[in-house]
């Protein structure tokens, strides 16, 4: 491809975003049926749940979970990050099967994942089966249609679309608001572990209206990650009660705590709104703890982004009244996204047959789960670090198989001899080297199937400059909505494209970098009209994560713009919007 006269033209993209479709209630549902709510939290170490052993800090909420349930010691998150972790969890797959082998971002630039649109989503499987379905907090799966959380089977969804907040007060992500209520746009005031605490309470509230059909709230606390910021009577509770722990310490401890407390009352709303009875409430988190942020995984090495355990085991509780025994406990070595099935089989729907995750409710009567299985992770990063390459790890048995980063050599560890993963086997014992390496290219060849970025217009065949725009558009883009929302959006794509074509000119200009005519330009503005259109449309459909279009073939070859050659960029970006008004 030339990239001798490449031209950078910057675009906004007008969204049109769909109004949440609530999927229809497929009958009431059976009363034996739990509902469920799974708390999820983000970056919690095992170190950091006071139930697991000595502890500085005190989760008495989250420990009582285990206590009226079962405790699993053994369970490990899907990945030593967020996405995959959560792509893993809501479609039963491996990460790299559903296209987010790494974390997808607010910039492009660093994105590594594109949360596959076809695969259907666990909130899409119990929502079939006639739950109810929100999702309460952090979504981080991409943050524009189709992979906003309505689109994904939620009915319905309070809380943030991106990757982290910047401050848990101002919710924001490098100066933009990601918080929405479905597809509304809110601002809300307040900590968001106490604002999602609130939203809980208040869905589950509302449940009591509806007794009979279950629910599935999926309550995703951005807690503990990174920034560190408890409230300040936390933290003062902290200092007084250990006035030499390590400031940095003592704020994680204060922030975990105050995470708890919340955790507290949503525990309490459920038990006020009569529904706790039959509501199963499973307590994980998506990997370990931030070591340079003082978090705690103890007693595991490591913590987020290893391969090491203490970047993957996570605390993992469930309590199911009356049918789970309280106090009782489970060594089970399994993944979190283990929880697809067993939901799925508790909702009484038909199992899926393209999982990799197994349902754990053989154990929740004492029984266990026999079938073998080779427990993968897969990260793919940016920097120079990770050079956008993807670092694995496997476990068979007792070894696990594992790096941190793709270019340092692999590493074995014999798990039940060495849990902490001290001594390195790799040049010692080949033979097992030898045999977890082969398991382990197998995963990577499977997930080479899925591809982890947004398809991009010119890599596709189908798009010719000769095509009709309106028969592009109908046919690639959506072509099961309205006409009325057909046609809002054609008015947005129009108001994009002279706004668009003003923002050429000057980005152009300015870059002096090739001479335009202008008046030239202008008197084709139709052929121009028609040959953007296409991209347009397509940038307008995908908007995904994929805001970087290239479009060559129709662009450069017919002589519109000889002064960009064959090359041709389209960078649509979220930020300028606000100069296209719809
Ligand atoms: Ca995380």
Redesign the pocket.
Known sequence: MKHSALSHCVAGIIFGVLTALSLPSLGEASAARPNILLIYT??HGYGEVSTYGPSEVSTPHIDRIAKNGMLFTTMRANCT??SP?RAALLTGRYADRVGVPGVIRTNPDDSWGYFNPQVPTLANRLGDSGYHTALIGKWHLGLESPNTPNERGFAHFHGFLGDMMDSYTTHQRQGKNYMRLNAEVIAPKGHATDLFSDWAAEYLRGRTAKPKQPFFLYLAYNAP?FPIEPPEEFLAKVKQRAPKMDPKRASNVAFVEHLDASIGRVLAALDASGLAENTMVVFTA??GGSLPHAQNNTPWRGG?QDHYDGGLRVPFMIRWPGRIKPGTRSDYAGLVFDLFPTFVELAGAKPDSQLDAISLVPLFNGGTIAKPRDLYFVRREGGNLYGGKSYEALIQNDWKLMRNDPFSPYELYNLKEDPKETNNLATKNRKIFEKLAAAMRHHVQRGGTSPWQAPRPWDSQSIQASTSPIALWNQRCCPKVSNALRSKWWRRMAALYFGFRDHLHTSTLRRQQHSLDVQKWRKRDSDYFRTILPIVADALCRAGDARFFRGSNFLGSDGLFPHVGKSFLVVAREDLRSKFPA
Do not use: R, T
């Open positions: 983000d970056d990050v967020c972790s990650h998506d990997n987020k």
